[in-house]
């Protein structure tokens, strides 16, 4: 399974930014963040079958992730952004689950390579 995040950048607070990241099919996604000297965090994910989605409560209202089941492609909106939103984030897939959208970085198999986002103040 090959995952291609793209989208992050450089921004100023109360910006915003569209991650995308490609897969080479049809799971259940999930985007992390992490810091330095910080463990990933979960940030959003969606289930690929259900279209149920889950969001950490510091991004609920401000980030909103959805799916291009055609381009098997699924984008992190993120608007309003703060400067502890920067992070290197990091989109992964789950091939197991079948209703629920997982939160522990475990439960995923599959990683991209992370992008970068900076939110300066």
């Known amino acids: 399974v090959q995952l291609q995040a793209s989208g992050g950048g450089l921004v100023q607070a109360g910006g915003s930014l569209r991650l995308s990241c490609a897969a080479s099919?049809?799971?259940?996604m999930g985007w992390f963040r992490q810091v330095p000297g910080k463990e990933r965090e979960f940030v959003a994910g969606i289930n690929w079958r259900g279209g149920t989605t889950d969001y950490t409560d510091s991004v609920k209202g401000r980030f909103t992730i959805s799916r291009d089941i055609a381009k098997n492609t699924v984008y992190l909106q993120m608007t309003s952004l703060k400067p502890e939103d920067t992070a290197a984030y990091y989109c992964?897939?789950?091939?197991?689950?079948?209703?629920?959208?997982?939160?522990?970085?475990?439960?995923?198999?599959?990683w991209g390579q992370g992008t970068q986002v900076t939110v300066s103040s």
């Open positions: 992964a897939a789950d091939r197991s689950s079948v209703l629920g959208v997982p939160t522990l970085h475990v439960a995923y198999d599959y």
């Open positions: 099919g049809q799971y259940t």
